[in-house]
């Protein structure tokens, strides 16, 4: 079955030590582009937590982050980095100055609120209880979000299977419409040919050979069929519990558009041109939700 690139999971702990919210989002993306906002204490489980999450998402553009707050930290506490905060005041005071800015009350405020000015202290190093919460959040989350493609990807593949099942109607409209349009080429190589050889002196044998190269090259029975077997091959993918089935589908879809650009370059039939454009708006519509198929 498919999967949707875009999913939102969230898991959350809270007793009366830790407080901790996992929030995993993701959107459609050509790669697996993964972002993280982890607090500190995490840091040094960035590469592990990292697998874990690739491994699941496998595609998409996928942002994680992570709230953990220790209830019980009576000696955590704010910094102020004064050295910093200096060069952020002078630097303010001296555009202030170039501006010739009257009022400059506020410029402690805003040195105060520059990045890093003020650094909330962790005193607590990661423990293995932490670790393990952390994990189960995680893990919930993850399976939040893979549900959440899961009915993304069920509701777009009933999307797409109403796409193919209209290229296959515009086929068969095609299939009805091709003995008519070869009876019409034969009628006007006949006429043609008939009030060619009124006029010219024309070597017959070499004629007859051109007009069947001609009338070959007109054929459409080849573009028909394979057209109708990637129809059938792109229902059978779709059913497919293989991960990564949004390429492959790509790859078919562009199969599909090539038959159905040489039955319109051939037909040279004005009916069955209009099942042709009719067929192309509708590959059009199926190659824009496979973007969102991982």
């Not at 005071?93 to 009022?103: G, I, Q």
Request: aromatic share 6%; charged share 30%.
């Amino acid at each position: 079955m498919l999967k949707s690139m875009t999913g939102y999971g969230q898991a959350q702990f809270d007793d009366d030590n830790l407080f901790l919210n996992v929030e995993i989002k993701s959107l459609n993306s050509k790669f697996l582009d993964a972002s993280f906002k982890l607090p500190k204490i995490l840091l040094s489980k960035e590469l592990e937590i990292r697998k874990i999450v690739t491994e699941r998402m496998v595609r998409g553009k996928v942002n994680l982050s992570v709230d953990i707050i220790s209830k019980n930290n009576t000696t955590a506490k704010s910094t102020i980095n004064k050295v910093l905060f200096r060069n952020y005041y002078d630097s303010l005071t001296e555009l202030a100055n170039e501006v010739e800015l009257a009022n400059a009350e506020d410029l402690f405020k805003l040195a105060l609120q520059m990045p890093e000015v003020v650094v909330a202290s962790q005193t607590d190093a990661l423990d293995d209880t932490t670790w393990q919460i952390f994990n189960d959040a995680l893990e919930t989350a993850l399976n939040d979000c893979i549900n959440f493609r899961q009915s993304e990807g069920t509701a777009l593949a009933e999307e797409l299977t109403r796409y193919i099942e209209q290229i296959q109607v515009y086929l068969e409209e095609v299939i009805v419409q091709d003995p008519q349009r070869l009876l019409q080429v034969k009628e006007r190589i006949a006429k043609n040919l008939e009030d060619t050889l009124q006029k010219a002196n024309i070597d017959e044998n070499r004629f007859e050979q051109e007009l069947i190269y001609y009338i070959e090259k007109l054929d459409i029975s080849e573009e028909k069929v394979r057209l109708q077997k990637h129809l059938d091959y792109f229902l059978e993918v779709m059913q497919n519990e293989q991960q990564g089935n949004g390429k492959k589908l790509a790859f078919i879809s562009q199969e599909i558009g090539r038959e159905i650009n040489t039955i319109g370059s051939k037909a040279n039939h004005a009916i069955i041109q209009r099942s042709v454009i009719g067929m192309k708006e509708e590959l059009e519509r199926i190659k824009e939700q496979l973007l969102n198929i991982i």
